[in-house]
C-alpha cells in the first residue's frame, strides 16, 4: 500500500498544483484553499481533478498510485494540453454539475447531507 495514494483526489493535494499555470489559475487554487473542504467549490474542484486524472480507474497496484496522488495530480495539471481558460472552462463545469447534484437537499444521500452540514477548516488552517 502507498502512503500517498487514496480512492480520490484528496483535497490536501490543491496546495501542490498552485504554481502549475497562469495567474487566473493561481488565484483559483489560493482561493479554494481558503474554503472549507466541505464547500461546493472545493468539491467542485476534487470533481474535476477526479475526471481529468481518472481517479476512479488508479487502484493500488497501478503506476499512478505508486507515484501518490499529489504527484499524479501536478503530472495531470502540467500535462493539460488546452491553455488556461479550458482549463478553468473544466473547473466551472465541475460547478455547475455539484450545483445540481446539491440542489434538492432532500433527494441526496445521507453521505452527502452529512459532508455539507459538516464545519470542516480550509486546508489553509490545518
Known amino acids: 500500500m502507498y502512503p500517498d495514494s487514496e480512492i480520490l483526489f484528496p ?4 496546495d501542490d498544483l498552485a504554481d502549475l499555470r ?3 489559475w493561481q488565484e483559483l487554487v489560493q482561493r479554494i484553499l481558503s474554503l472549507p473542504n466541505n464547500h ?3 468539491v467542485a474542484f476534487g470533481l474535476m481533478m477526479c475526471k481529468m ?3 476512479l480507474t488508479c487502484d493500488l ?5 505508486s507515484l501518490g496522488c499529489c504527484t499524479c495530480a501536478r503530472r495531470t ?5 488546452g491553455d488556461d481558460d ?4 473544466r473547473y466551472y463545469e465541475a460547478l455547475d ?3 445540481a447534484f446539491i440542489e434538492n437537499k432532500e433527494e441526496l444521500p445521507l453521505s452527502a447531507k452529512l459532508l455539507l452540514a459538516k464545519d470542516i477548516p480550509p486546508i489553509s488552517q490545518r
Not at 11 to 14: A, M, N
Not at 86 to 89: A, F, I, P, T, V
Open 61 to 65: 497496484d497501478s503506476y499512478r498510485a
Open 22 to 24: 497562469g495567474s487566473e
Open 11 to 14: 483535497p490536501r493535494c490543491i
Open 86 to 89: 479550458e482549463l478553468l472552462e
Open 77 to 81: 495539471i502540467s500535462g493539460f494540453k
Open 40 to 42: 461546493k467549490e472545493v
Open 53 to 55: 486524472g481518472s481517479c
Open 97 to 99: 454539475e455539484v450545483e
